[in-house]
């Protein structure tokens, strides 16, 4: 991928915004929690209040995937500003790491900045849409006691 100077740095300031969406998940987490405890709300509600607290699991770890993958990218962009060289260098070298510390069992083929971050958005945007099934299952259920 032939890259201008700013396309890292763009995706990684895309990336950092999972972390607002973490913030926002952890209040409908902890909303839905506090919700399932209340005894006479019907099963229906409980269900959806118990689903969403799945889904603000699930979201969790996608955070963490985004987070990992964020500071991944920051760590390769300050590399190549320390160090110089070519963004296909500093991957490579990503991958080099990431093998010998263990988080990838062998090294994988060579892969563009491009392939890289279509697979970062698509974190993200698995990471969007746990917050938005969270959302709509607290706010369906809270329609559903509003409106019963």
């Known amino acids: 991928m032939n890259t201008?100077?700013?396309?890292?740095?763009?995706?990684?300031?895309?990336?950092?915004?999972?972390a607002a969406l973490d913030r926002f998940s952890l209040l409908l987490l902890?909303?839905?929690?506090?919700l399932l405890?209340?005894?006479?709300?019907?099963?229906?509600?409980?269900?959806?209040?118990?689903?969403?607290?799945l889904?603000?699991?699930?979201?969790?770890?996608?955070a963490f995937r985004v987070g990992l993958d964020a500071d991944l990218l920051a760590a390769s962009i300050a590399h190549l500003e320390?160090?110089?060289g070519t963004e296909q260098e500093a991957a490579h070298q990503l991958d080099a790491a990431m093998h010998a510390i263990g988080l990838v069992?062998?090294?994988p083929p060579a892969r563009d900045w491009a392939s890289r971050c279509a697979g970062m958005r698509r974190l993200l945007r698995w990471q969007?849409?746990?917050?938005?099934?969270?959302?709509?299952l607290v706010a369906a259920a809270l329609a559903l006691g509003i409106f019963r």
């Open 4 to 18: 201008s100077p700013l396309t890292l740095p763009a995706m990684r300031a895309v990336l950092r915004q999972g």
């Open 30 to 34: 902890a909303a839905a929690i506090g």
């Open 37 to 53: 405890g209340v005894a006479e709300a019907p099963p229906l509600m409980q269900l959806g209040y118990a689903i969403s607290v």
């Open 55 to 62: 889904a603000g699991v699930v979201q969790r770890y996608w």
């Open 82 to 84: 320390r160090c110089g």
């Open 105 to 107: 069992a062998k090294l």
């Open 128 to 136: 969007l849409a746990s917050v938005v099934v969270q959302l709509l």
